[in-house]
Each structure stands twice: as C-alpha cells, then as structure tokens.
T-cell receptor
Framework: NAGVTQTPKFRILKIGQSMTLQCAQDMNHNYMYWYRQDPGMGLKLIYY???????DKGEVPNGYNVSRSTTEDFPLRLELAAPSQTSVYFCASSLDGFSYGYTFGSGTRLTVV | KNEVEQSPQNLTAQEGEFITINCSYSVGISALHWLQQHPGGGIVSLFM?????KKHGRLIATINIQEKHSSLHITASHPRDSAVYIC??????????WGAGTKLIIKP
C-alpha cells in the first residue's frame, strides 16, 4: 500500500500565482484532511472531507479551496498565492475519523515569494 | 487556556532514560492520539486510545478518561527517539484538536 501520497514535495510560487496540491490515498478511507504547519507551530486544519462529494471548512480555510470527487483524491487549490501561505502542507486520511488512527502524507513545502 | 495541554514543552535526556510526556485535555473526547513528527517533518501515528493502555515496542501510552489525562512513556530511550511528540484529541465532530507538541532530544 502506498498510503497517502502528496505531490509535489516542494514548490516555489510567485505572489498571485495559483497551484493545486495533490493528495491521494489507496486505503479506501472516508475521511481526508488538509493541514498547514507554520515554522515552529502546530498543525492547523484547512479543510476536511467525510466522503466523496462532501467537504467542510476547518480553522484556516481562507485562500484555499478543495474538492472531493472520488474517495481516493482530495486536492487543495491555492488561488492568488500570498506570502502568508508559505508553510508545510500535510494531507491525512482516516477510515472513520473516530475509531482508527490517521495516516499522513509526507508533506508539501510551499514557499511564496 | 488551550483545550489540549502538553508538558513538558521541551525535554532533553540521556540515552537509556525513561521518558514521560503528559497530555491533559478539557473537552469530551471519543479518542486520543499520540503522533510523532521527526526532524525531517514526516508525521506518524503512534497510538489511538479511548481507554486503558497500549504498548508498542518501547512505547507505552495510557489514558485516564475520568481525569482527562494521558501519558506517553518511552523505555530505554535512544537518540533515534528524538522527535516532536504530539497529543491530539477527537471531540465528537470528526476533527482533531492538537496539542502544541513536546520536543524530545535524547543525547548519546
């Protein structure tokens, strides 16, 4: 099993550019999450999804969008990148959000200049 | 006051020492998670607890639901255990509330 696969691992964006961070899982997990981690800080939830076609905002959703057209994929879209979005982004998944542990992707390190 | 408090924030110990990291929370939960984040950044789920105690190798996690407290213990610590250990809890809305993490350094 590949688990949770995130691409790209690193990216540099210019202010105002857009990009999509990809996240795919092959464990048939219903729940998927996007977190950001700023230097020296804990993880903050951006968006989450409890199943295909269902998404909801976390604590820091501004400047981001998500979609969940399939169980496997949960891409995160950054529109009009800003320096404040410089961070490490983690995608995670869980079977039901309650009874099972979480599996994390390896992270995407994004710098906006 | 944060809903999930970890202590200590930083811990430096010698190889072989017994390590304890504590986590207290103030909300009702369905589960508590311990995770490990290595210096390279990757995050690994260590334990998920809803009651009692779990053991995996040299790691032991306990939870006391009545006292809203959990501990993570590492026996015979080794420099490769150096990492940030994070406590997170599941309230009832499918999300995790994260502690700030405990940075552990084990010196040879």
């Amino acid at each position: 099993n590949a688990g949770v696969t995130q691409t790209p691992k690193f990216r540099i964006l210019k202010i105002g550019q857009s990009m999509t961070l990809q996240c795919a899982q092959d464990m048939n997990h219903n729940y998927m999450y996007w977190y950001r981690q700023d230097p020296g800080m804990g993880l903050k939830l951006i968006y989450y999804s409890v199943g295909a076609g269902i998404t909801d905002k976390g604590e820091v959703p501004n400047g981001y969008n998500v979609s969940r057209s399939t169980t496997e994929d949960f891409p995160l879209r950054l529109e009009l990148a800003a320096p404040s979005q410089t961070s490490v982004y983690f995608c995670a998944s869980s079977l039901d959000g309650f009874s099972y542990g979480y599996t994390f992707g390896s992270g995407t390190r994004l710098t906006v200049v | 006051k944060n809903e999930v408090e970890q202590s200590p924030q930083n811990l430096t110990a010698q190889e072989g020492e017994f390590i304890t990291i504590n986590c207290s929370y103030s909300v009702g939960i369905s589960a508590l998670h311990w995770l490990q984040q290595h210096p390279g950044g990757g995050i690994v789920s260590l334990f998920m607890l809803s009651s009692g105690k779990k053991k995996h190798g040299r790691l032991i996690a306990t939870i006391n639901i009545q006292e809203k407290h959990s501990s993570l213990h590492i026996t015979a610590s080794h420099p490769r255990d150096s990492a940030v250990y994070i406590c997170a809890v599941n309230p009832s809305n499918y999300q995790l509330i994260w502690g700030a993490g405990t940075k552990l350094i084990i010196k040879p």
